[in-house]
T-cell receptor, first 114, second 113 residues
Framework: AQSVTQLGSHVSVSEGALVLLRCNYS??????LFWYVQYPNQGLQLLLK??????LVKGINGFEAEFKKSETSFHLTKPSAHMSDAAEYFC????????????FGKGTRLSVIA | DAGVIQSPRHEVTEMGQEVTLRCKPI?????LFWYRQTMMRGLELLIY????????DSGMPEDRFSAKMPNASFSTLKIQPSEPRDSAVYFC???????????FGPGTRLTVL
């Protein structure tokens, strides 16, 4: 079965510092991988996704993620954190081949310190 | 586009009462998902529909939970009777079948006293 592990339930960074949120996956099929962001009292929004092709994926708000098959990882990064990046971030993997639901990680709460 | 619409946004009820959560997916989307989010268990898929037909309800925790989708623009999640452990945020999401991106509603925060 497909699964996602997010390392660290809470990450705190200073404003302007590098953001690195870790995600490792397990998948028996070629993985489709996603990062979603949830701002307080809102639903989840798609940040970026990897399906096929280029392994470095750029998303909204300056975030990017790199698919590394050898490491079964899909870590999310942003060079310089902004206060507005404070939110909960979820990594997800498609649960199977074809049109199947996503399996979400437990989430990582990002705090940005001024 | 109005996005996925959920109602109510907040619901407080007493144990044993029936609770109905409502969702209107994005027009034209043919998949609809119901999720539950708690601190302990994270985001769990409860059930999903394709073209109004339930495809997988293995995530529905108990027989107290039921979901329907009478037409392409409306779905309900019902809990009867409700229990304090059902307290959570319930999200509805929809997507267009040929794409991978799910669009989430703002959620319903349910508190069962």
């Amino acid at each position: 079965a497909q699964s996602v592990t997010q390392l660290g339930s809470h990450v705190s960074v200073s404003e302007g510092a590098l953001v690195l949120l870790r995600c490792n996956y397990s998948s028996s099929v070629p993985p489709y991988l996603f990062w979603y962001v949830q701002y307080p009292n809102q639903g989840l929004q798609l940040l970026l996704k990897y399906t096929t092709g280029a392994t470095l994926v750029k998303g909204i708000n300056g975030f990017e993620a790199e698919f590394k098959k050898s490491e079964t990882s899909f870590h999310l990064t942003k060079p310089s954190a902004h206060m507005s990046d404070a939110a909960e971030y979820f990594c997800a993997v498609r649960s199977g081949p074809g049109n199947t639901p996503l399996v979400f990680g437990k989430g990582t709460r990002l705090s940005v310190i001024a | 586009d109005a996005g996925v619409i959920q109602s109510p946004r907040h619901e407080v009820t007493e144990m044993g009462q029936e609770v109905t959560l409502r969702c209107k997916p994005i027009s034209g989307h043919d998949y609809l998902f119901w999720y539950r989010q708690t601190m302990m268990r994270g985001l769990e898929l409860l059930i999903y529909f394709n073209n109004n037909v339930p495809i997988d309800d293995s995530g529905m925790p108990e027989d107290r939970f039921s979901a329907k989708m009478p037409n392409a623009s409306f779905s309900t999640l019902k809990i009867q009777p409700s229990e304090p452990r059902d307290s959570a945020v319930y999200f509805c999401a929809s997507k267009l079948g040929v794409t991978d991106t799910q669009y989430f509603g703002p959620g319903t925060r349910l508190t069962v006293l």
